[in-house]
């Protein structure tokens, strides 16, 4: 599934084990798309001296912090889904 | 010149845990082929050779010029490359502009990714535990504790560099710089402005 900016989704809050660039902190977290950046080698493989094909899109999420503060970060699309 | 005193034998006694894995790891790569210790010596060198100056010419001419400034915001790779810096291919910069309104400060809670290419070796609380922890829930309180009280109806935006981009902050640039020319502008960025925790500071 490939996201616009604009669009609101949420990290996904699925288990995993191993190296992942995704903040625990933000998982089951509702956000926007800020901006869609280019396709990297994903680090889950790359970590364990995998080549990190194929790349994985990734995308600026914007989510609400408190009194009109954000937090901005960089989320891979694999940990995104569509907000209901 | 006489040499009539014994030295210390090379030792690594003391040595701080950190250092000794990085030196077994150094070593290890090198037994099995992985690298040579000229790749890791020119590594370092290019490392440390990078320093918070070379972001702030980049700040100080998206000051004087708004179109260079345009370009940086777009692509800051390409805007650093004019200026004759080196932000390498890998990973991608990106600059964000601090503004009357909104107010980007850079963390990494995972690590300590920075933008290494244009700023140098990032400072020792960048890479703190206390930092990556509370950036991301008491941004204002971090903020307060480096000097700066923003007003409630600015709009704080952490950035978490969690992946492949660096961010650097293109801070507001400060009252009473008029008359300044580029490279004195360049004096006044510093370091952790670019990192979004401070503004520069009028010329004293």
């Known amino acids: ?84 | 010149m006489s040499h009539d005193h014994a030295h210390e034998p090379v030792t690594t006694a003391g040595e701080p845990p950190a250092a000794a894995r990085v030196r077994a790891l150094a070593d290890l790569l090198v037994e099995k082929g992985v690298l040579e210790r000229e790749d890791i010596r020119r590594r370092v060198d290019l490392l440390v050779s990078r320093t918070p100056a070379d972001g702030a010419r980049l700040v100080a001419r998206a000051w004087m010029d708004p179109s260079f400034k345009e370009r940086a915001l777009s692509d800051a790779r390409r805007a650093a490359l004019e200026l004759g810096l080196e932000p390498g291919e890998s990973p991608q910069v990106v600059a964000l502009e601090n503004t009357d309104d909104v107010h980007h400060m850079v963390v990494c809670t995972l690590c300590s990714c920075y933008p290494k290419a244009l700023l140098g070796p990032p400072p020792d609380w960048y890479k703190s535990l206390p930092y990556r922890s509370r950036a991301v829930s008491d941004p204002r309180g971090v903020l307060r504790e480096f000097g700066l009280e923003l007003d409630e109806d600015v709009e704080v935006r952490v950035v978490d560099s969690t992946a492949d981009v660096r961010y650097i902050v293109i801070p507001r640039r400060p009252p009473g710089t008029e008359g300044l020319d580029e490279e004195e502008l360049a004096v006044l960025v510093t370091r952790d402005s670019m990192v979004g925790v401070t503004e520069p500071a009028p010329p004293s």
């Open chain 1, 1 to 84: 599934m490939t996201f616009a900016a604009g669009d609101d989704v949420v990290v996904s809050s699925r288990e995993h084990s191993g190296h992942h660039r995704t903040p625990g902190y933000l998982k089951g977290r509702r956000g926007t798309v800020l901006r869609v950046y280019a396709r990297f080698r994903n680090p889950e493989t790359r970590a364990y001296g995998g080549d990190g094909l194929p790349k994985e899109r990734l995308y600026l999420v914007s989510f609400e912090l408190s009194e009109g503060d954000r937090v901005l970060a960089d989320i891979f699309e694999h940990w995104l889904e569509q907000a209901a």
